[in-house]
């Protein structure tokens, strides 16, 4: 599978080889669903809490007589029937949201991610990527020079001065080749990988 090699005007320079296994598999959108939902539900805290019938702050006393008002019978204000009442089956503030990927899986399904993207013309190898100093306005000049909005930035390794120039930049996302997610790769239009962390990316994902 051929890749463009960008310069840094953003042009096609040239083609680079890169591995079929990863770049050349069939789109498989069932796959794909899967692994990004699993991921998002994977990372779910699970905070959240519902209060039972047992656990309201309402008076256990009958609130009105069994008979002779025309009501339906009624023994307590917490009853989930009512407003205000507790939840009948509550959510546990321990509930489990994860699911379970298998690694054949995921591999297969970041492939079919990766393959599509370089169909739809979406993902694009530099030979490097970087800034000399720490500061948005420069990453922000590079990018614009390269015809970039909205973008992924995938490095072989951390750089500081990258990782803190795009802090600030909500279109704007950089990370390091093994904390790449199929969330982030789905998400932005436009996927930048450098020359480094493509051969990164072939050896962990083959």
């Known amino acids: 599978m051929e890749l463009k090699l960008l ?24 796959l794909i669903h899967q ?11 699970g905070n959240r809490a519902q209060k039972g019938r047992s ?12 008979k002779g008002t025309g009501n339906a019978r009624a023994g307590m204000a917490s009853s989930p029937l009512w407003r205000g009442g507790g939840k009948i089956f509550p ?10 990927v298998n690694r054949k899986m ?7 991610i990766l393959s599509q993207l370089a169909r739809e013309d979406r993902l694009a190898i530099v030979e490097n990527f970087s800034v000399e ?9 590079k990018l614009k020079g390269m015809g970039l909005d909205s973008v992924l930035v995938i490095t072989d390794g951390l750089d500081e001065n990258l990782f803190l120039s795009s802090r600030n930049l909500n279109k704007v996302l950089v990370l390091d080749v093994h904390e790449a997610d199929p969330v ?23």
């Open 7 to 30: 310069n840094d005007q953003g042009q096609a320079a040239s083609t680079l080889q890169a591995s079929d296994v990863l770049f050349a598999r069939e789109y498989n959108e069932a």
């Open 35 to 45: 692994l990004v939902t699993a991921y998002q539900a994977n990372a779910r805290s």
């Open 55 to 66: 656990e309201i702050a309402k008076s256990t006393r009958k609130p009105f007589r069994q």
């Open 91 to 100: 959510n546990s503030p321990d509930e489990n949201f994860s699911q379970k």
């Open 106 to 112: 995921y591999r297969a399904g970041v492939a079919a």
């Open 133 to 141: 100093a720490p500061k948005t306005r420069m990453l922000v000049q």
């Open 184 to 206: 982030s790769l789905v998400r932005f239009p436009k996927v930048l990988v450098t020359k480094g962390a493509l051969a990164k990316m072939e050896e962990a994902w083959q």
